[in-house]
Each structure stands twice: as C-alpha cells, then as structure tokens.
C-alpha cells in the first residue's frame, strides 16, 4: 500500500517516458548485439580485429605487448568503476537534500511541479542506472583479468589446432567489451532520467536523442567506416 501510494504520485506522462526509456535501453541493446538491423556494425568489427589481434598473438615469443594492452583496458575500466561509486555515493547524498534539488528544478525551463515522493522515485530510479553500469564495469573487470588468464595458458610451441586459442582469446576479450560498452550506455542513458527531474517531455526527447547519437556511432561512424574500408 505504501509503494502504491508512492507510485500514484507518477502521471501518465511519467509513466510513458519510464516505458519508453526501458523500451529504448534494452531495444537498442538487442539490436546491436544480436545483430537484428542486418548491417555492419562497430560492435561486430571490433570482434573481427580482436581474433585478428588473437592471431597475431600466436605468432609472438615474447607477449610483452599484449599485456600492456590488457593492461591498459584495465586501467580505462578501473577509472569508470570508481567513478560509478563516486556518483552513486553523491545520489545518495542528493536524497537528503531533496528539497533544496526541487527547489533548484523548479527554476529551470520547462520544468513542472511534482512531489517529494515522485522525485525520490526519480533519484532512486537514476540510482539504479549507475548501479547497473557498476555491476557491468566490475564484470567487464573480471572478465578482462580471465583474458590475461587466458593470455598465460596460450602455449609457446605450434599446436595442431593453435588457433582455436586464438579464437578463444578473441570471445573472453568480445565478452569483456561487451560488457564494458554496456556500462558506458548506463552512463548515457543516466543522462536521460536526470532530464527527467525537470520534465517528463524532456526525459522523453533526451531519451531520443540518446539513441539516435548512440545508432550514429554504431552504424555509420566515421571510425566504423576507416574499419571497414579495404
């Protein structure tokens, strides 16, 4: 009954922009890594260059360079971790001064009245954003120390199947982008629902506009065509 009463203070304009954040999120994550729309993709030819980084791998003695690269992922996504923990953190604080925040709110452009309880709502809910890009980062940690794991136990000696090595060594580090791209989207995505704080209109539009930067970037990004260009 409490939680109901809560989420009564919730329009219908707020709950058609929540849906259709989670319809844009989750959407365009399937999209891309499953691979739907039929076209190439900065996610499928970054797995191409990562077998082609396994293979060139095989034929080194001395992998020094390989772990430097490892290395330095490691380093981008300690920095993105820390950085959640950061935000989370000061979220949280943000609950305890939430009448100063719709104060602030309510003097920006286009903003609307709206109540303590839907604006905790909102700050619990953009909480959960960067909780959700944490857990991905942390993953993609993980899963980029399993690589180095997997870097050692590559043999130094030609084997008669060699390059299912090199295949393996290219899904652990797929795995691990994979993940590591998701959190970076959590972070965009957040963006959006802190729009919300001043209109459900413009949480709607932000959320848009997301997608459609993120859509650029994925299918027809300058980077994506150096790529591909033979």
Known sequence: MFFEQYLAKFSWLDWAGLSWFLVCWLGYEMVVERGWIGRRTLHEETHKLRLAWGRVMLGRNQRIVDVALIGNLLQSLSF???TSIYIIAALFAALGTLDQLMAMASELPFSRAMSKEATEIKLLILIGVFVVAYFKFTWSLRQFNLLSITLGSVPQEAEEDLDRHARKFAAVNTCAGNDFNRGLRA?????AV??????????????????????????????????TDV
């Open 194 to 227: 802190m729009s919300w704080m001043v209109s459900p209109w413009l949480f709607i539009c932000s959320t848009l506009v997301i997608v459609f930067v993120l859509a650029r970037r994925e299918f027809s990004s300058p980077v994506l065509k150096a790529l």
């Open 187 to 191: 972070y965009y995505f957040g963006m």
């Open 80 to 82: 993105y971790a820390n």
